[in-house]
């Protein structure tokens, strides 16, 4: 019998009177999507595993409006980033951590002019220093050791705040066989979701930019397409299912590299 | 004679000076149509980047053939703009080569160099031509460059093959004629870059050779003159506003979209944080429809635009098909305010809806592959965003989803239709599977 799995939330700590060392933003994709409520568990699971003192917002946790701002909609996005500061100013939030990018864009560069000021990490930083501190061991010879992995940028991750190196040092901390695509980095490609494109229909052109980008990824021959952002997840999933390869190519987060590792 | 070609010369210098002078105070006009704006960032790091970037060229060079092709081009005009210092002293003055005597034997050590940048200039400038017309690169071919963009692009590197052709017949006819031992024409030494055209040359009359260094003395310095003015009219005014646009682009992470200071004083009385202000009017409108709703810099961005289509060969949008080309959002908003300029602001069009449509865009997915790959930091998602801005605050339009979306945030506090407090069943779930 395992232990049972701690899921702290911000008002159970603070009726004990606790603060946690950091809060794990989990995002509305990491809170509904089914795809990434699986890389909301895994995380929780290493979280758990290296016992470290975090804790959610739970049902408080409300949408950062980056769809919102992206879309056009400043009011929307502003009502939601004041609420949403008071919450965090409430509970004396000074460290995050969250698995998507477009909230941890918004929450790092955006609150501060709304009075919001938090040390935000996006997950594959915040995994690339537990490795580098030895906090979190990867197993030798482990699943994915010699397999070759892609990485594909999330643009609010890479282009938007120049974080390029960080999931990638977690792909080689698996020893894994990291392969990169024809645009990479500086370069990548976006997946199409972005700019609030992931709420509608793309408009006319001759291709989806998914395909696009997913025609390029397998012509890495990777087995797996290493995603860290839930918008990223769904639109090379679907992609790698158009392209029916899904039996052979896996698309997975960071975290469930680890996690499965 | 020689006070008629110093007096037409001083003509031609002060014409083009004046045409320049309007053509500029138009242009600085129009680009303080613009609101106001401040860069983010020590001025100390901007100059930085400004060296780097608009001096050193250094994003020119992520495509290696054409940044060193550009870099020849650009060191040529630098450079040589010092013999051009020369030139227009010796067109005042009346005199020829008035650097020679005073700068010695150094003076052909320079000369010659000079030549050589010259044949740089000409070799780079036709590799682009073939590589803009003969060659499919795709971004020289997108619907946005026909007509006045493309002839602009090839008219521009055919001047510049012109001027340097001239500067090099007129130092063959020159040394032709210092060979003949002509009255004025100082000994320069061997230049061995013209010492080529001398054959095209050789065997006329002196009388012939004289005319014909004059006419390229002329060829040369009146056409740098209109190209001068030229490149006012034109995409080739990058070489200017290079250096401004860099210097006043903004240092803060790309992801950050501007903060609407006039929203945040209305969502707090909206919240209740904050009391009216007595008479403080509503702001007027909300993002942008026309460039005098855009901020300064994005105009002065238009400006600084050379239409390379970096930004455009990149852009996912535009790479599958879709309306959206950021170069044309640039041309479009120097269009709008030329069209503006000239006609004023009040002539029943708009840039959102005249020169831009809907569609392009709302096909743009915020990945800025466009800012990151500009060479002079120009920002065509900055002003997507405001005519966004305007499309959804001003005109409340947006797509139907996009209504789902916004209407879900406001009553679920997400942007899908679930239900609040079920944001943290995930929790139970992982629970019991453990």
């Known amino acids: 019998m395992p232990e049972e799995i701690k899921i702290p939330t911000m008002a159970e700590l603070a009726a004990e009177g606790r603060n946690p060392e950091i809060l794990f933003w989990v995002g509305c994709a990491g809170s509904f999507d089914d795809r990434y409520k699986k890389v909301t568990k895994a995380i929780i699971r290493i979280l758990n595993k ?59 560069n955006e609150y501060p002019d709304l009075g919001g000021n938090y040390e935000v990490l996006h997950h594959s930083q915040y995994l690339q220093t537990l490795i580098k501190d030895g906090k979190l061991k990867i197993a030798e010879g482990g699943k994915f050791k010699g397999q070759k992995i892609t990485f594909h940028d999330s643009c609010y991750l890479g282009r938007a705040n120049g974080v390029y190196e960080a999931p990638r040092a977690v792909i080689e901390a698996l020893d894994a066989d990291l392969v990169e695509m024809k645009r990479c980095k500086t370069k990548g490609l976006c997946c199409g979701a972005g700019g609030a494109q992931m709420f509608k229909d793309a408009e006319a052109g001759n291709k989806e930019i998914n395909i696009e980008r997913t025609e390029e990824a397998l012509e890495t021959g990777a087995e797996v397409i290493a995603a860290a952002c839930p918008f990223c997840m769904t639109m090379m999933s679907d992609g790698v299912k158009n392209k029916e390869k899904e039996k052979t190519v896996k698309v997975l987060d960071l975290a469930e590299l680890i996690d499965l590792n | 004679m020689a006070y008629l070609e110093q007096i037409g010369f001083l003509i031609l210098l002060g014409i083009s000076g004046w045409l320049i002078y309007k053509r500029v105070s138009f242009i600085k006009r129009n680009i303080n149509m613009g609101q106001s704006y401040k860069p983010k960032g020590p001025s100390s790091e901007r100059f930085k980047k400004m060296m780097l970037l608009a001096f050193g060229q250094k994003k020119m060079f992520d495509k290696p053939v054409a940044g060193i092709m550009h870099f020849l081009i650009y060191i040529g005009f630098v450079l040589i703009n010092i013999e051009v210092l020369e ?18 034997s150094f003076y052909s050590t320079l000369i010659n160099f000079f030549e050589i940048l010259a044949l740089g200039v000409i070799v780079s400038c036709l590799i682009f031509l073939i590589r803009r017309n003969v060659l499919s690169i795709d971004r020289f071919h997108k619907s946005e460059m026909t007509a006045w ?33 002509a009255e004025h024409y100082t000994e320069t030494g061997s230049l061995f870059i013209s010492e080529m055209l001398i054959p095209l040359y050789n065997g006329m009359s002196v009388e012939m050779n004289l005319l014909l260094e004059r006419f390229f003395w002329w060829i040369h310095i009146a056409g740098i003159f209109a190209f001068a003015v030229y490149v006012t009219y034109s995409k080739h005014l990058h070489i200017f506003m290079a250096f401004p646009n860099t ?33 403080a009017p509503p702001p007027s409108s909300f993002g942008a429809k ?72 709302m096909a743009c997915t915020s990945c800025n592959a466009c800012v990151e790959a500009c060479p002079v930091s120009i920002n065509p998602l900055e002003i997507i965003l405001e005519l966004r801005r305007y499309k959804v605050m001003e005109e409340s339009k947006t797509p139907p989803e996009w209504t789902a979306m916004m209407t879900n945030i406001e009553n679920n506090f997400a942007p899908w239709a679930f239900s609040p407090s079920d944001r943290f069943n995930w929790a139970n779930e992982l629970k019991s599977e453990n």
Not at chain 1, 92 to 103: E, F, L, M, Q, S
Not at chain 2, 317 to 327: D, E, H, M, Q, V
């Open chain 1, 50 to 108: 290296l016992d470290i003192n975090f804790a959610v917002l739970g049902t408080e946790e409300s949408c950062t409006g980056d769809p919102a701002r992206r879309a056009g909609n400043e009011f929307l996005f502003q009502m939601q980033a004041m609420s949403n500061i008071q919450v965090l100013d409430g509970y004396g939030i000074k460290k995050i951590v969250t698995a998507c990018p477009h909230c941890f864009n918004t929450l790092k």
């Open chain 2, 149 to 181: 963009p493309k002839l602009d692009a090839n008219l521009i590197l055919i001047i510049e093959i012109v001027l340097m052709f001239a500067i090099l017949s007129m130092n063959a006819n020159d040394q032709i004629l210092q060979n003949a031992g």
């Open chain 2, 87 to 104: 030139i227009i002293l010796d067109g005042i003055f009346g005199t020829h080569r008035l650097f020679a005597p005073v700068l010695g």
């Open chain 2, 247 to 279: 210097y006043f682009s903004n240092l803060s992470a790309k992801g950050k979209i501007k903060n609407m200071d006039d929203v945040s004083n209305e969502v707090k009385i909206m919240l209740g944080m904050q009391q009216p202000e007595g008479d």
């Open chain 2, 290 to 361: 026309d460039v005098n709703q855009l901020s300064w810099k994005n105009l002065m961005d238009a400006y600084s635009c050379t239409e390379c289509g970096r930004c455009t060969a990149e852009c996912p949008a535009n790479i599958t098909g879709k309306k959206l080309s950021p170069r044309k959002i640039m041309m479009d908003t120097r269009d709008r305010m030329e069209d503006a300029g000239k006609h004023g602001l009040e002539n029943g069009k708009f840039l959102l809806g005249d020169f831009i449509k809907e569609e392009e865009i």
